[in-house]
């Protein structure tokens, strides 16, 4: 069973970076392929971006796609979320997630099978 923690988040004012990183606990990183969600306060939760178990397939949010960049290093188990350019709608808890399914990161986000504790990011104005 893989576990996920988030780290990185923080405050940053508007056009500035910050990146989260998502570590994973077990020896079957590379099976999951893994992604990034977010949840601003009184909305609901907002695919952001989701990479494939080898790095080479990746998909992001047309509302982050030009600033955000997802990668990932399976020698050190973790996934990693550039954030550039960020604005203050970028505020919100973001959480890493995985599962063995690719294409459930955008379909069926809901039956995703692992997901972090959620690390803050507050964009000032």
């Known amino acids: 069973q893989v576990q996920l923690v988030e780290t990185g988040g923080g405050l940053v004012q508007a056009g500035g970076s910050l990146r989260l990183s998502c570590a994973a606990s077990g020896r079957t990183f590379s099976s999951y392929s893994m992604g990034w969600f977010r949840q601003a306060p009184g909305k609901e939760r907002e695919f952001v971006a989701v990479i494939s178990r080898s790095g080479i397939g990746a998909y992001s949010s047309d509302s982050v796609k030009d600033r955000f960049a997802i990668s990932r290093d399976n020698a050190k188990n973790t996934v990693y979320l550039q954030m550039n350019s960020l604005k203050p709608e970028d505020t919100a808890v973001y959480y890493c997630?995985?599962?063995?399914?690719?294409?459930?990161?955008?379909?069926?986000?809901?039956?995703?099978?692992?997901w972090g504790q959620g690390t803050l990011v507050t964009v000032s104005s």
């Open positions: 997630a995985a599962d063995r399914d690719y294409s459930n990161f955008r379909l069926r986000s809901r039956y995703l099978e692992l």
